[in-house]
């Protein structure tokens, strides 16, 4: 599902080279449930964003369900993120204005689903992460559990493939965190591929496979 | 962009505009005043232009004036030409009648002269015109009591005499019946015969007229006319007419060319065209105030729009990160500009349209509002929206989602 080869990112800030990456091969299976764990600044985020088509590598080869990504324009890039990738945030990002349902039919707009067909998917998906009485409500009129869960049924909108989570437990108490855990942990149950960035080892041990990070490297 | 899109690009503005109602309303406000003001000014503009046109009009229609002497200021019609030594003769004036009636409508000479009226122990300073019965065709003259006097009149030399308006207010006390009253022109005892309607022109409402054959026997002696007012059957005869008219004079004065002439023919389209011109260049500088009062209202969208895209930087980022592509925010950002523009511009519309309408209305100022400058406006104003919306949506599109996205 996911190939990377010697993948590297540098950002250059004045005359210094910062080595956000600094040659990080890994392979994800379908299906698989890997973890990426690492201390600050070690380059987790960079390498989500890598494999979420949000950034490019400046090095290295990286390939998703055997398409090569490198070389994509920034349109396409956007459809393979609306089409293959579930994002889930720390922090949600849900657009306040938009009510729980409007939020889960957004990536549906950009595929361009029609409205209705787009409506009974988004329900069916609040459902399922167990917000069926709650599609009216705002993100602020929400708790940060059931905000993480509108996100993650969001991210399920166009049925992707891979589902990106990074530190997704990080602004919930333990017990929201770990109902959050088990929901996508179901989901993985059921097929789709879950990369979980986190910095705590106890979360990062349920998955199949856990990627340690030091300075951009796989450790 | 298909039209499903589109649609969604409205849906997802309106959700915008409607967040924070205050501000869209106030953006919408510049464009709002540059639409009303441009309606507004443009409908002024042409009402100035068409009430001069008009008042034009009111002179007389299709008018060439032969005058005696050479030409003086761009007047069409000099009431008084006291101060003129008459040089057109009756030969001048039969080779004149002589003329095509395809091209000549009316024929009336005129002399005038200073007059002072009197009746019972009033006085008033008016001008008398020595006339015949078409100049009240050719003038557009009407009597408003009595009636003119006839040709009759005219063959017998009577002494009656039609008094304009003013005269008739300044001599008669308010309901007295003039006609058949006794008046002195200087000193000579006339007969009102009518009075005649108000032209709203000071000089035409301020003097009396009297038979042409009156005037030469009784008030100057001189056989020779001060002016010559026709009437052509046509516009599009005028120039032709006009030439034809100095060519024969010129033969019958025995003078080479118009430089030197002792008359000159004074024409209604000449002082149309320049009366226009300057009326059309008046609404042309009402208009540019107006549309620079618009693209002030086009950077106000602009400067907030760029704000809007500063303060949704994250919400873009989110956007982009769910599959937004470049278009999609791009069109997201410039159909919010348009429908705020348009918004203002609808609202513009209708107080420029409501303005002009209330200014002629309780005012009295002449304006007329005219469907081209509303499309135009309203055109305008989605270009404004496009244009001045255009460079923050394309900003918007350009930001790189991750950065975008860590935006506090
Ligand atoms: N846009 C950027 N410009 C410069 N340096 C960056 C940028 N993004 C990340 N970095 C640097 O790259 C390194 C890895 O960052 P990141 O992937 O965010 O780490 P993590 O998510 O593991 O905390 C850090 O040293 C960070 O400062
Ligand atoms: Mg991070």
Redesign the interface.
């Known amino acids: 599902m996911i190939t990377m080869t010697d993948v590297s990112k540098e950002y250059r800030m004045g005359a210094e080279t910062v080595h956000a990456l600094a040659g990080v091969s890994l392979q994800i299976d379908g299906g698989d449930f890997v973890s990426i764990i690492g201390p600050s600044g070690s380059g987790k985020s960079t390498l989500m964003?890598i494999i979420?088509c949000?950034?490019t590598p400046t090095k290295g080869s990286y390939r998703l369900a055997d398409e090569p990504v490198e070389g994509l324009s920034?349109?396409r890039l956007?459809?393979v993120?609306?089409?293959a990738i579930g994002?889930v945030?720390q922090t949600f990002?849900l657009?306040p204005?938009?009510n729980a349902l409007e939020n889960v039919e957004?990536?549906l707009?950009?595929?361009?689903v029609?409205s209705g067909e787009r409506r009974a998917t988004a329900r069916e998906l609040l459902d399922r992460v167990g917000l069926s009485d709650r599609v009216r409500h705002r993100p602020n009129e929400l708790s940060g559990g059931q905000r993480q869960r509108v996100a993650i049924a969001?991210a399920l909108a166009?049925k992707p493939r891979v589902l990106l989570a990074d530190e997704p437990t990080g602004a919930l108490d333990t017990r929201t965190g770990s109902e959050i855990m088990d929901l996508l942990e179901e989901l993985n149950r059921d097929g789709t591929t879950l990369v979980l960035v986190t910095h705590e080892p106890e979360l990062a041990e349920r998955a199949r496979q856990v990627i340690r990070l030091l300075d951009g490297r796989v450790a | 962009m298909?039209r499903?899109?589109l649609w969604?690009s409205m849906r997802m503005s309106g959700?915008?505009i409607a967040?924070s109602p205050v501000r869209a309303a106030l953006t919408a406000l510049g464009v709002m005043i540059g639409v009303a003001s441009v309606i507004s000014l443009v409908a002024l503009g042409r009402g100035a232009q068409e009430e001069v046109a008009g008042g034009l009009q009111q002179l007389g229609s299709n008018l060439l004036i032969v005058y005696s002497g050479e030409p003086r200021g761009t007047a069409l019609v000099r009431t008084n030409t006291s101060n003129i030594r008459p040089t057109l003769t009756e030969t001048d004036l039969e080779t004149i009648r002589g003329l095509p009636a395809d091209m000549i409508t009316y024929v009336a000479p005129a002399t005038t002269a200073n007059a002072q009226l009197k009746y019972e122990n009033r006085n008033t300073v008016s001008t008398v015109i020595g006339t015949t019965p078409e100049y009240t065709e050719v003038r557009n003259l009407r009597p408003a009591y009595g009636e003119f006097f006839s040709e009759s009149d005219v063959d017998s030399r009577s002494s009656v005499v039609a008094i304009g308006m003013q005269v008739y207010r300044d001599l008669f006390a308010p309901g007295t019946d003039p006609v058949g009253q006794r008046i002195r022109v200087n000193g000579i005892s006339f007969r009102v015969v009518g009075v005649m309607e108000e032209k709203g022109d000071a000089a035409q409402d301020n003097s009396v007229l009297i038979p042409i054959t009156t005037y030469q026997r009784r008030v100057s002696g001189d056989s020779n006319y001060a002016m010559i007012a026709i009437q052509a059957a046509s516009p599009d005869v005028m120039r032709p007419l006009q030439a034809t008219i100095e060519e024969h004079l010129l033969r019958l004065h025995r003078l080479p060319s118009m430089e030197s002439a002792d008359f000159y023919v004074a024409n209604q389209l000449d002082l149309l065209a320049t009366v226009e011109g300057v009326a059309g260049t008046f609404t042309l500088m009402l208009a540019s105030i107006a549309a620079i009062s618009l693209v002030v209202g086009g950077v106000g969208i602009m400067n907030i729009m760029l704000v809007s895209v500063t303060e949704r930087t994250?919400?873009i980022?989110?956007?982009?990160?769910?599959?937004?592509?470049?278009?999609?925010i791009i069109s997201q950002f410039l159909t919010e500009a348009v429908l705020i523009a348009l918004a203002g511009g609808l609202i513009g519309i209708a107080i420029g349209v409501g303005g002009s309408w209330a200014v002629t209305e309780f005012a009295r100022i002449a304006s007329h509002i005219t469907p081209i400058s509303i499309v135009a406006a309203f055109g305008f104003s989605i270009f404004v929206g496009l244009f001045f919306g255009g460079y923050p949506a394309w900003r918007a599109s350009r930001l790189d989602?991750?950065e975008a996205?860590r935006y506090e």
Do not use: C, Q
């Open positions: 964003n979420g949000l950034d920034a349109d956007a459809e993120r609306n089409s994002f945030f990002n657009l204005r938009l957004l990536p707009v950009y595929a361009g029609p969001r166009t | 298909g499903r899109s969604e959700r915008s967040g994250r919400e980022g989110v956007r982009m990160a769910l599959g937004a592509r470049r278009r999609d989602p991750i996205l």
